[in-house]
């Protein structure tokens, strides 16, 4: 079984593990404990590795900086629509200033539960190893059928991306890596693909009427999905993210703009905090000239100045701009993270553009597969139609006369759901 390592949104080229171990290795970033933390700039050094502690020392003046500017942006709240029923002017303007917004209490506690639990099952359906097929009870693990690896993994509290090649090279720079714990696992799981196949109640989340009007109000109404994954950092173990912007395609298009590569929806499961979750430099979005080299060289440290933290409690989803510059630190704190996202562009920007994908697979996106990709909307509608009858169903206006061939049934699931996500879109 394969693994696969990559930033907060899509998917990366396979990293290949052998007896439990990368193939590829990844050069570790070693750099001085105690003295001149500051200073280091993820240049490999011949002392130790930074402890956990340390590494917890080290962030928490940034932190408590970066939670005060983060609450001070005016870019939280509960999703509101305009009585013509669009959404709040005021919260268009306060994304499209700081890049993200965090829309409170949008997951009801009895949705809540049942996220919570498909995302343990699944993690209870995990194989043991990173190159196992069995699970921990001796069954085979769940997505040994799919035709990509549902389970991603890495070492504890490293940075498997920043300073390499991978993922198109759009991590440049390395995130410190904080000692694990002596007696901790070998490799943690820190995300899940394919949130759609491996879980009802993601499908169900997916048709969330408000978000979708919400998607429609920034990206049109024929927006599209391009990809869908859960975000695991667990306690002591959780890996970082190297920052990076998740755009690839249209920085150099003759009409750019700052919403060119679209957004991701990032529903928390448990509270997202300075410590585990993703920090934001706000207004990024709208700055095609930033150089992240650069920005961390002007900071000092991987701690890019006037970066904020997401703050999430559990229930809350965050709209965030895949231009944004972002990252997220290796979770040395106690406090889990699940984070699901989706992610969506405007239609015009992936109809019959040419890309590629993050293993640089050459790839042209037709009408044809926009259709099939975007029938997955479709299909979340019905599906929490089905399970929350009380609520008004979002219309989603490219499939609107195509209801009955897109109800959430076994045969859809076979035929639409299984292995969708080899059809995910990149820019």
Known sequence: MCAVVDGEG??????RFVDGNLAQAVRPCQIPTAIGISKVMNTPQTTKFITATEHAEVMADYIHQGEQRALSLGNRGPIKFENDGKLDSKILEAYGRAGFYVFENVISKEELTELLADVQGVLDRAPTTPDGEVDRDGNPAMGVDFALPTYVWAKPLSDPLGGTPLNRGRHPVKMLDPEPPQNGPKFTIERLRGNLQLMDSCVRLYGHPDLLAVAEAVLGADFVPYNEVVFIKEPGLGPS?????????????????QDAHGFNFMAQLYASTASNGVWILPGSHKRPDLDIKKLVADSGSERIENAVPLLCKA????????????????????????????????????????????????????????????????????????????????????LAREEDDNRWNDVTWQNLIKDYNVRDFYI
């Open 10 to 15: 899509e998917s990366a080229p396979l990293l």
């Open 241 to 257: 993210v190297a920052w990076h912007r998740d755009g690839t395609t249209h920085w150099d298009a003759s009409d750019w703009n």
């Open 315 to 398: 229930g809350d989803v965050a709209m965030t701009n895949r231009q944004c510059v972002h990252g997220s630190f290796a979770n040395t704190s106690q406090d889990r993270r699940v984070t699901l996202n989706e992610g969506f562009f405007a239609r015009k920007r992936v109809l019959n553009v040419s890309s590629s994908k993050l293993d640089g697979t050459p790839v042209t996106y037709t009408a044809e597969q926009i259709h099939e990709r975007s029938r997955l909307i479709s299909l979340g509608i019905d599906a929490r139609r089905q399970r929350f009858p009380e609520e008004k169903p979002y219309v989603y206006q490219p």
